[in-house]
């Protein structure tokens, strides 16, 4: 009996070891013999961690050995008592030594998690205490407190608000962190979803070869690809080899995800952590808090409330920028939107299915929501309540608005004028070429300007003529898609028109100014600034470039430098400028810092005081691969933007840091620039015109697997394996629509059994049900529901047989009317993957009022998953 209880007991402790070593943790009893004090070398030494790997390694094989001597005598002691002792005894004594290793193996699993939970937060901890050195070139100008606050804390808590350690613990892994996730039946339906549209990409593509004779419909494509799903589903021809490859993946597919369903995931959130998620969860639907993303830093901002609604009051108070409005007002003016695209885009000879794809015949009115901005807020501020203490930068979420899909379309066709505004930059490379080939001898004089609220001061009308006279003058050479110059101002002036928006449920209006969160405001406020800096540019400074609002300027000398500034500031009334001069020598533009010193120039990595230097976390489940690119860039850019070998040096040295507050180890003094990253094969780019297999992101493993199903099939020169990682806790946590409800009629048939506001979704898969025989209809729309559930109604209420509700009024109810309700079974976006899961829905619940001819048939290579999606 002590032979396999201490059996069952060195059991769990190699499967604690075995745990720590993939997840790089080292437990105490190594950390605790100091080998850096016997290796004379720094605490967290490459060197160091290696050997420390290695005696973890060597720990784990002795376990086992002890273990399997262990279990040698064990067989060969029971064999013995089994021939000694009478059965019945020998019975009773193995069940109860069952019964007592059970109970050992439960107590020894609980220990080691809690022990192996308390590792992962400790070393958590550890690589958190790396962002207080990351700023300290920096930060010469700001007060010690405000020094200490930004560097340590990757959270912004505002108000009165308290959060627990466990909610503050996840907020500090960044809201771009993604938590892992299982193969849920949600999971595999996306699967099926995104198989059916890989089927379909790649039956057009073949089928367009055959009919053209040449490279598919991609090859010479001279209209851009919409981003915007279709409203009509038509299946597409079957293609013989297509078909037999794709019925292939598909089996491919299924095998694999019928392997891994059961495989248990592991979790990437502590038990603390997964405690602060609920808090948040239930504290936000409590209407306590209100979550988002500061301006500059990129941290998580916890603010109540009551303040947050305070601050954005006051911000609407501003009436040379906004205006009350109203509804009918609103909806007069998307219509005439939509009335002028379609008349200048039927000149212009776009498709009408091109024409109706763009405009929104019923569209989302946008909502005000506000970003703070922390790096403006003293650390005395943090606590206050008064709404006049925080500076906030607004921006208009047009998401699924009126203006939404024709802005994208003008923006393609405005991107292009970009190239032809001289001081206009597009990177840093471009920057540093410009820097380079300046003309810099004698003392030239540096500083960098930077508009104040660009957006919202912008004149509208100037940026209109601004664009005009870049659109008229390079006319030849700008791809216009059979527009005419004079049709895009047409359509992009009542774009600007229709400025509404909506916040807790009132209808205002912008009258001046961009708003944040238009496609079209950048580039017309790059147009717009090019005429302000036209005086500058005739007077030919030595240097002068702009990224948006950022302007850096080099002069001869200290007085050309002054009249530039003054002359700027005269161009606008609305516009003003800020300076900021050289410290230590040194200028910050952008991300990099600039010294110039007899007729020289020297560059460094830069980061920004307010900037809180949040990555993807290590720890997030997004891909190995996308992880790498970041770090990678990361290091890359620092590296590349650094003049000399000393200043590289202190560029890597930051990146490091970063990385680290970030919790990627192996970033050590002594370690190269991939220092956590093991040098892999790259594999070949993938191609432009490869047909995408968008599948959720599980495990590395699961995806190496997709991918030799791929190459097993014969698609690898046609498919590309995209995966998508889980939301992230962004997603999950914040709501821009916080405060205005999407529902315009209370009490609408679908909010009383649904979330209020579900009546304006779109792209849904509906249930319908009847209330006096609790017959079911299933049905899609790809039109907010509340839409397709009217035209229920009157179908419904009319007795239409052509109807499925009115046909089963007549033939169910003698005539008789009843109620229904509506709830939502899922949604998806894709019009052929929502498409395909109706169609399953119907399948697996065979609902009495839908008709046969309503869904897409089910394809024999995707209906072994039916038993996966579990509907």
């Known amino acids: 009996m002590s032979l396999r209880q201490k059996i069952v007991a060195t059991r769990q402790t190699i499967h604690f070891l075995r745990r720590c070593l993939r997840a790089n943790i080292i437990p105490n009893f190594i950390k605790n013999k100091r080998l850096h004090e016997i290796c004379g070398r720094p605490k967290d030494s490459r060197h160091v961690r290696t050997i420390e790997q290695q005696l973890l390694k060597m720990a784990i094989r002795s376990m086992r050995d002890i273990m399997y001597s262990c279990l040698k005598k064990c067989i060969v002691k029971e064999k013995c008592c089994e021939r000694i002792v009478p059965e019945r005894l020998w019975t009773r004594i193995v069940g109860e030594t069952k019964n007592i290793c059970d109970l050992i193996r439960a107590k020894a699993k609980t220990r080691l998690k809690n022990k192996f939970d308390r590792l992962v937060d400790q070393q958590r901890a550890s690589d958190m205490q790396a962002v207080s050195n990351v700023h300290q070139n920096n930060e010469a100008n700001l007060t010690s407190s405000t020094v200490e606050h930004l560097s340590n804390c990757r959270v912004t808590v505002l108000g009165n608000i308290t959060l627990s350690k466990e909610a503050l613990s996840l907020l500090e892994l960044g809201p771009s962190f993604a938590p892992a996730q299982s193969i849920t039946p949600q999971v595999v339906r996306k699967v099926v979803g995104n198989l059916q549209i890989l089927q379909d990409r790649l ?113 609407l108070q501003d009436k040379s920028l906004y205006c009350r ?155 216009l898609y059979g527009f005419s110059v004079s049709q895009i101002m047409t359509a992009l002036k009542e774009c600007l028109n229709c400025s509404f928006f909506r916040w807790s449920g009132v209808y205002y209006k912008q009258i001046r100014g961009l708003a944040m969160g238009q496609r079209l405001a950048p580039v017309l406020a790059i147009a717009y600034m090019s005429k302000v800096e036209e005086p500058i540019l005739d007077r030919r400074p030595v240097l002068y470039t702009r990224y948006i609002d950022d302007c850096l300027i080099i002069c001869s000398t200290q007085e050309e430098m002054d009249i530039c500034f003054d002359i700027l500031n005269k161009q606008a009334d609305q516009i003003k400028f800020t300076r900021e001069r050289p410290r230590e020598n040194w200028l910050p533009f952008l991300n990099i810092q600039v010294q110039l010193s007899r007729g020289t120039v020297r560059t460094k990595w830069y980061r920004k005081p307010s900037c809180k230097n949040i990555l993807i976390h290590c720890h997030s489940a997004h891909p190995i691969r996308t992880k790498q690119s970041v770090i990678r860039n990361m290091f890359r850019i620092a590296s590349r933007v650094s003049s000399d070998t000393d200043l590289m040096t202190e560029s890597l040295d930051l990146a490091r840091k970063v990385a680290r507050s970030n919790g990627y180890p192996g970033f050590h003094q002594d370690s190269q620039r991939g220092g956590h990253f093991t040098h892999r094969r790259l594999r070949p780019q993938a191609s432009v015109n490869k047909a995408a297999l968008c599948l959720p992101f599980i495990s590395e493993e699961m995806s190496r697997a997709i991918r030799a199903c791929v190459t097993r099939c014969d698609l690898q020169e046609e498919v590309r394996v995209v995966e998508i990682p889980p939301g992230n806790l962004s997603r999950k946590l914040i709501r821009n629509r916080l405060y205005d409800s999407l529902c315009d009629t209370p009490n609408y048939i679908v909010c009383p059994f649904n979330r209020r506001g579900d009546c304006m979704k779109v792209g849904v898969i509906y249930q319908i049900r009847c209330q006096a025989c609790d017959a079911e209809y299933i049905g899609e729309t790809g039109r907010p529901l509340r839409t397709r559930v009217r035209e229920h109604m009157e179908g419904l209420r009319r007795s239409r047989i052509q109807t ?68």
């Open 804 to 871: 499925p509700l009115g046909m089963h009024r007549i033939e169910c109810h003698d005539g008789s009317e009843f109620e229904i309700s509506v709830a939502i079974l899922a949604i998806e976006a894709d019009t052929p993957a929502r498409k395909t899961l109706e169609a399953f829905w119907i399948a697996a619940r065979n609902p009495q009022i839908n008709r046969k001819e309503e869904c897409v048939a089910i394809t024999r290579d995707l209906a072994p998953f039916l038993d996966l999606c579990k509907f």
């Open 203 to 315: 039956r057009c593509r073949a089928n367009s070869i055959v009919r053209e004779g040449g490279a598919g419909d991609q090859a010479d494509r001279v209209f851009p690809v919409l981003p915007f799903p279709c409203t009509f589903y038509r299946p597409q021809e079957p293609h013989a080899v297509v078909d037999t490859k794709f019925r292939l993946l598909a089996e491919s597919v299924y095998r694999v995800v019928r392997q891994y369903v059961n495989k248990r995931t592991a979790f990437n959130l502590t038990p603390s952590q997964r405690q602060g998620f609920k808090e948040l969860r239930n504290r936000l639907e409590a209407g306590e808090i209100r979550l988002s993303v500061s301006d500059k830093g990129g941290e998580f901002v916890v603010i109540p409330q009551e303040l947050d609604k305070a601050i954005t009051q006051l911000h």
């Open 325 to 479: 409005s109203t509804e009918k007002e609103y909806t007069r003016q998307y219509r005439k939107l939509n009335k002028v695209w379609c008349c200048v885009a039927k000149v212009a000879g776009l498709p009408s299915s091109t024409i109706n794809r763009l405009k929104s015949d019923l569209p989302l009115c946008p909502v005000l929501y506000t970003l703070i901005k922390t790096h403006k807020i003293t650390f005395a501020d943090l606590s206050s309540n008064d709404p006049s203490v925080f500076k906030v930068r607004p921006i208009i979420s047009n998401v699924g608005g009126p203006t939404d899909k024709i802005s994208w379309f003008l923006n393609v066709i405005l991107q292009q004028i970009l190239q032809y505004v001289p001081a206009h930059l597009t990177n840093t490379n471009m920057l540093l070429e410009k820097l380079l080939n300046a003309d810099l001898r004698g003392d030239v004089v540096v500083e960098s300007f930077d508009v104040t609220s660009l957006y919202t001061n912008v004149s509208n009308e100037a940026a209109l003529e601004a664009t005009y006279e870049l659109l008229n003058d390079h006319e030849c050479t700008l791809r």
